[in-house]
Each structure stands twice: as structure tokens, then as C-alpha cells.
């Protein structure tokens, strides 16, 4: 392969703008873009970028407009011309994207002005990248698509190409904050926020003219171990002048630069618990040092005991964000911003939603997603995220008629804004995310973010017609392939909500005890009676009375428990009768058995586009889905063999279980 994948902003995408008489009206960087994006559109496909005269599309920044919003957009038709104006660049630059999205449609007939403005002010992705590649974790921690695109060789990139086409990228789908080092502060990534500044502004400079504010993430202990200082007490003056000081020379460097993102007293690191500190006066020391300059702390609620005793069943992971956030309510300063996770464990193919989203009223919320594959097939398995982020970024903590959790992340419930963050999937493989199929999870989660009500089908419709232009060959085999995924991917690992039962370490692949004796706290408590944990209030570890009414009620019981998280909530014996109709044991050999016969059909159906895609991208996905294909099967087997030697129950169809 030659070059590297242009993913969803391929030349033809630009062809309905390229090929007409265009004219972009005002300054500034981002401006400057969106003309550069027109102008190689037009050289391409023998439009003109006009200056005045008659244009069959304007563009046009008005800052005296009267819209409040930056980044919102109208766009409409007036008489044969289709009109986009924003008050400032970025607005613009989106405006452009709607219409590329649209193509031809965006020239067809007449379109009252439509105006289009994001539900989430923060659409951030956080990469996981070390400047020096980790002894274990590499260069991207839990990265499936090779080296970063930022760093090689213990610095940033001398040659940042990669990174401007991906800014680009980031750009074209509403992305408008990136944190450029991983939330696990090593030695030389702690330095970004010192030595190294230079370089960060470099990067800051690639993100800038496409509406992008760059972020670092920063070690608690950054006044001890760049300071110099004998504490990184947050009460302690001494370090609170650093974190100021520090601060205002970020600032000084790079004036638009978002803040700091901080994993604290999770995991081994290091935070204010040391010094009998809470974790609001954590965030708020940070947070001060910000304040004068508009800077914002992302703090992440990722915070739990991981040296369990696993004897201790009444010690539960998924209680922990809210036992330490909850009650911390209201104690947070305004540009802070805790980041929770959307499920209360770890980024698992089905979890219950985090109940911190819904205990903190009088806290800015962001809510967190991983776009890296971690525990869903680490970009080797297809499975589309998009419709698992719409059911929980539509979810109404509160029941029926009350908000959902878009609006809290959105400041539509009561809060400020927090927004929404995930984890990003690129590296420098040539088709960025390592499977090109997965390119389809970091387009879905900007244009989620931006709007939250999108259907996750037509948001990969979207991408298919942008990625493989003008087949509907390939984009009906794409839609049969990539919908259901998720749920495909769901029933070949691990059954009704219980989560883990991977290989510890890599995450990758079936180990259904790997976890079951270790200290991390996942568990699914499987013997000879029964399946699942249970966190009833009645009988349990009480985590079902973090949630509040009507959800608390529901988890509580079994009989109005969903089945698809069962066993997350209550443990049950094999032949307890699911809301289907099927018992436990036979729902868990029903499902890994057709989830690996549904993989075998994406097989098929994509080897029927042979010759419809470029041959490099089918050549890659065949490859991968082979692999698919064998590591479906092998969780198929394992889990089904692991619960019929537990239970001695038989399959009801016959089928061969080893």
C-alpha cells in the first residue's frame, strides 16, 4: 500500500462542492481552511473559487450575525445558491462538512435556512499515547493501530503530516478538543507541561486551524517530580504557586490552550488522598491555576480499590466512583469537570450506566467512552460502537419524561456543561485505526457528540457513502456487516452483563477465569448452583441502591431486571428463566453458538466485495475477519465448555460441547 488511507475525506467525497462555482467570505485561520478545503476540491473536480459574481455555494462568516453559539451553522437555499454562515470559523468549517455529508442533495431543490448547533460544547478525545513507548503498554497504551502519530523516538514528530491529516479528519466531523498524552503520566510525558512545552506547542499549532484545543494530561505529583518540591499537598501554598505559575506559562505559550486532564489515586497514582485530601481539593488546586486564563480540569472518577480480596464478596468495583464522587457533590470550583465513565466498571460490551451521571446534580459532567477497542475485539473484531453510545447517551437515569444522559452531559439538567470524551483509536497504521471497518467508531463518535439524536444506522451510512462512494453493493454488505455487530460481538464473549472473562493483561481473546481470583475486583462468581454477582440492596453489595427511582427498583428485583444485564446485577441458577423464555445455561450456549455463526456471515458477505473496494482495504479486512471468524469461535468453545462442566446441564439442540 502506497500512502496512508484517507479514511472519510477521500477526494471524491468533495466532488458535489468541487465541481461548482464556490465563494468563501471572511478571515482568520479556520477560514483560511475552509477556503483551502475548497480550493483543492475545486482544482480537482473543475469548479471555481470565486471572489464575486454569481456562486452556486456561499460560504460565509458574518461574526455580526447575532448567533450566540461559535460553532453553530445555518444553511439554507436561496434562489439556486446554497448558503452556510457562522458567526466564527469553526461554525463555518462544520457548515462546509454538513454539506460535503449532504453531496448532491445539498444542491437539489428548495431548503428553508436550517440552523445546526452542537448538544455537547466539549467533543474531546483523549489518546493514550506515551512520548517514550512503555515496556509493556508500548507506544499507545491499549492502541491497536501501531505507533502514535504525535510522538517516535522519545519526542514529538519531527514530521507532524500525519497529524495535520488527522486534525483534518477530527475537524470534518465537529471534534473540537484533543488531551495529547495518556492519562498514566510517565516520567517523560509529565515534562509536556515543562521542558517539553515547545513541542506541545507545535501540536497545538497543527490542531488550531481546524477549530481543535489541545489538553495534556498531568501527574498529581508534577510539583515533587518537576518542581522540586518536597509535597504535592493541594492545601500546601508552596504548591499551589507552582500549579499557578506553571500554569500561566503554559498560557503564555499557547493562549488557547483547553487544560489538564488528571487520573488521580486510581491505579498506583499518585493524588491528594496521600495527604488526607478529598478529591474536589484535588481538582480545585488545579483548577485555580486555571481559572485566570479559561482553562478546565478534566478529573477522572476512574477510581476504585484494585487490591481486592477476592474472598470478600460484599467489596464491589463497580460501587466505587460513586462512593468517592457522590457525596463530593456541589464541592467542586466551576471550571471543573469530572469525567465518569459511561459504565461503572471498565468500557465492557454491556454495563449498566455509571449511577454517578445521575448523583451529582450541582457538578459539570462529561461523560467517557472508549473508541479503542479494548475490550471489543481491539480493532481485530468489527463491532460498531455507535448504536451502544446512542442507547446510553439516550438513557433516562430518572425514567420516562425526565433527561436523559446527552442532556446532562449537555447542561440541559441542571449542571453547567460537562460534555462528552472518549478514548481515541488511532495510530500510525497506514488505515488509521489498524482495521479499516473500525474507522467507522472514531467518525460515529464525533457526529454522536454533536448530536446525540442521530440514528446510529444513518450515522454509518454517513461514513459508508464518504468512504466507499457511489456502490450501494458495497453499502448494503457494509450495513448488513456493521449494524448489529455490537450485539454480535456481545453474544460470542461474555453472557448477560457479566462482563470480563478475557485474558488479563492484553484483554484479548476468552479466559473465563482470568480475572475470577485477582485483585482488580471483576467477578462473575460462577459454581455448580449458578452465575452472576449480586448487588442487591436486599442480599448483595448494595449497588443497586446507588441508582435512583425507577432504576434502583428495577435492578433490585429479578423478575424486572433486563435479561442483557442479568447476571451484572444478580446471581441466578442455570435454569432460572430469562424474560425471553430460555433458561440462563441455554441462553449462554444459544447465543455463543449464533454469534459465531453470524461472524461466519460476515465473512461471506464481505468476500462477495471483491473488486467494489480497493483491493489493499479488502485484502486487510479479509485478514481480520479470519481472525474474527477464529477468535469467535474459541470464545464459543471455552464459554460454552466452562458452563457445562460447572452446571452438567446439556445443550438442548445437541450441539458439540467440548
Known amino acids: 500500500m502506497v500512502g496512508v488511507h484517507p479514511a472519510w475525506l477521500p477526494a471524491s467525497a468533495f466532488r458535489s462542492i468541487g465541481s461548482r462555482r464556490v465563494r468563501v467570505v471572511g478571515d482568520g485561520p479556520v477560514v483560511a481552511t475552509v477556503r483551502g478545503e475548497v480550493a483543492t476540491a475545486v482544482a480537482e473536480h473543475g469548479g471555481v473559487l470565486v471572489a464575486d459574481g454569481p456562486a452556486d455555494l456561499e460560504l460565509v462568516c458574518a461574526p455580526d450575525d447575532g448567533d450566540t453559539d461559535p460553532e453553530a451553522f445555518v444553511v439554507g437555499r436561496a434562489g439556486t445558491t446554497t448558503v452556510v454562515r457562522a458567526i466564527d470559523g469553526v461554525g463555518l468549517l462544520y457548515g462546509l462538512h454538513h454539506v460535503v455529508r449532504l453531496g448532491e442533495a445539498a444542491f437539489t431543490g428548495a431548503a428553508e435556512a436550517e440552523r445546526h448547533a452542537p448538544r455537547q460544547p466539549v467533543r474531546m478525545l483523549d489518546h493514550w499515547d506515551n512520548v517514550d513507548a512503555h515496556p509493556v503498554m508500548g507506544q499507545v497504551e491499549r492502541g491497536y493501530a501501531g505507533g502514535s502519530i504525535f ?21 470534518s466531523i465537529g471534534v473540537n478538543r484533543v488531551c495529547l498524552n495518556n492519562v498514566n503520566v510517565h516520567r517523560a510525558e509529565a515534562r ?3 521542558d517539553l512545552l515547545p513541542d506541545v506547542v507545535r501540536l497545538a499549532e497543527v490542531f488550531r486551524p481546524h477549530g481543535i484545543r489541545v489538553h495534556l494530561s498531568v501527574t498529581f505529583a508534577a510539583p515533587m517530580t518537576l518542581g522540586g518540591l518536597p509535597t504535592a499537598d493541594p492545601l500546601d501554598p508552596a504548591v499551589r504557586e507552582w500549579w499557578a505559575r506553571t500554569s500561566a506559562e503554559v498560557y503564555a505559550a499557547i493562549p488557547d490552550f483547553g487544560g489538564y486532564v ?12 496521600a495527604y488526607g485530601r478529598d478529591h474536589a481539593e484535588g481538582a480545585n488546586a488545579l483548577a485555580r491555576a486555571l481559572a485566570p486564563f479559561g482553562g478546565t480540569v478534566f478529573w477522572r472518577a ?4 484494585h487490591r481486592q480480596d477476592w474472598r470478600d464478596r460484599k467489596t464491589d468495583r463497580a460501587r466505587a466512583a460513586h462512593d468517592h464522587f457522590a457525596p463530593l457533590d456541589g464541592s467542586f470550583d466551576a471550571n471543573v469537570v469530572v469525567q465518569v465513565k459511561a459504565g461503572p466498571v471498565d468500557f465492557q460490551v454491556r454495563e449498566p450506566l455509571s449511577p454517578v451521571i445521575a448523583a451529582m446534580p450541582r457538578t459539570r459532567l462529561a461523560v467517557e467512552f472508549q473508541v479503542t477497542q479494548e475490550y471489543t475485539g481491539q480493532q481485530k473484531h468489527v463491532c460498531h460502537l455507535v448504536p451502544q453510545w446512542r442507547e446510553v447517551l439516550g438513557f433516562q437515569p430518572w425514567g420516562e419524561d425526565e433527561p436523559t444522559v446527552a442532556d446532562i ?5 441542571g449542571a453547567p456543561a460537562g460534555g ?19 474507522q467507522a467508531n472514531l467518525f460515529g463518535f464525533g457526529r454522536l457528540a454533536w448530536n446525540d439524536r442521530l440514528a446510529p444506522e444513518a450515522v454509518l451510512d454517513e461514513w459508508i457513502g464518504l468512504t466507499f462512494p457511489g456502490d450501494p453493493v458495497v453499502r448494503e454488505a457494509l450495513h448488513d456487516i456493521m449494524d448489529g455487530s455490537w450485539r454480535t460481538y456481545e453474544r460470542y464473549t461474555a453472557p448477560l452483563g457479566v462482563g470480563f472473562m478475557v485474558n488479563p493483561g492484553d484483554h484479548y481473546g476468552p479466559n473465563v477465569d482470568g480475572y475470577e481470583y485477582s485483585s482488580w475486583g471483576t467477578y462473575h462468581f460462577a459454581d455448580s ?3 452472576g454477582v449480586d448487588r442487591s440492596r436486599a442480599t448483595g453489595t448494595g449497588f443497586t441502591g446507588q441508582f435512583p427511582a425507577p432504576w434502583r427498583d428495577v435492578y433490585e428485583s429479578v423478575e424486572t431486571c433486563p435479561d442483557e444485564l442479568l447476571l451484572f446485577f444478580h446471581h441466578v441458577p442455570y435454569d432460572h428463566v430469562l424474560h425471553s423464555g430460555t433458561t440462563v445455561i441455554q441462553h449462554v450456549y444459544d447465543t455463543h453458538f449464533a454469534g459465531c455463526e453470524e461472524v461466519s456471515r460476515m465473512v461471506e458477505t464481505w468476500a462477495r466485495l471483491e473488486g ?3 483491493s489493499e482495504v479488502f485484502e486487510r479486512v479479509t485478514a481480520l475477519l479470519e481472525e474474527q471468524s477464529r477468535c469467535a469461535a474459541e470464545w464459543r468453545d471455552q464459554v460454552n465448555t466452562y458452563f457445562w462442566r460447572k452446571s452438567g446441564v446439556p445443550d438442548a439442540r445437541g450441539r458439540t460441547i467440548h
Do not use: I, Q
Open 151 to 171: 510522538y517516535a523516538d522519545g519526542a514529538v514528530r519531527a514530521d507532524l503530516s500525519r497529524a495535520r491529516a488527522y486534525a483534518r479528519l477530527l475537524g
Open 192 to 194: 509536556l507541561l515543562t
Open 262 to 273: 488528571v487520573k488521580a489515586d486510581s491505579e498506583g497514582s499518585p493524588g491528594p488522598f
Open 302 to 305: 476512574f477510581v476504585y480499590n
Open 409 to 413: 452531559a449537555g447542561g440541559r439538567a
Open 420 to 438: 462528552v470524551v472518549a478514548v481515541s483509536n488511532v495510530g500510525d497504521d497506514p488505515f488509521w485505526t489498524g482495521h479499516p471497518l473500525a
Open 529 to 531: 448452583d449458578g452465575v
Open 612 to 614: 467494489r473496494v480497493p
